[in-house]
Nanobody, 124 residues
């Protein structure tokens, strides 16, 4: 069974930066778009960003626009999330997901493969 493996989480001070990575465990895995979602303690999972690995288009939640950048490498089945100007409200478990749809949807039900999550904590 294909797994998505996230890395890059950790503890950072407000205003700091982190870069998350997510790679599929099998090179033959077919994915056309990938996304990041996050879930803070006691809250529902929410959309962060998505990218079409086929066309390059991307989408962002309003709360992260201008601070986060999603990028991807289709040949490597890998997606990255560059996070800048991090704030305490960005603290959450960040999940990577993939879809065979080419459009970078923001709704979770379009994504059928999920990673285990990586913790991001923003605190002084």
């Amino acid at each position: 069974q294909v797994q998505l493996v996230e890395s890059g989480g950790g503890l950072v001070q407000p205003g700091g930066s982190l870069r998350l990575s997510c790679t599929a465990s099998e090179r033959t895995f077919i994915t056309h778009s990938m996304a990041w979602f996050r879930q803070a303690l006691g809250k529902e999972r929410e959309f962060v960003a998505a990218i079409s690995l086929s066309g390059g288009s991307s989408a962002y939640a309003d709360s992260v626009k201008g601070r986060f950048t999603i990028s991807g490498d289709k040949a490597a089945n890998t997606v990255y999330l560059e996070m800048n100007s991090l704030q305490p409200e960005d603290t959450a478990v960040y999940y990577c997901s993939s879809s065979r749809n080419t459009f970078p949807y923001s709704a979770a039900y379009y994504y059928d493969t999920w990673g285990q999550g990586t913790q991001v904590t923003v605190s002084s």
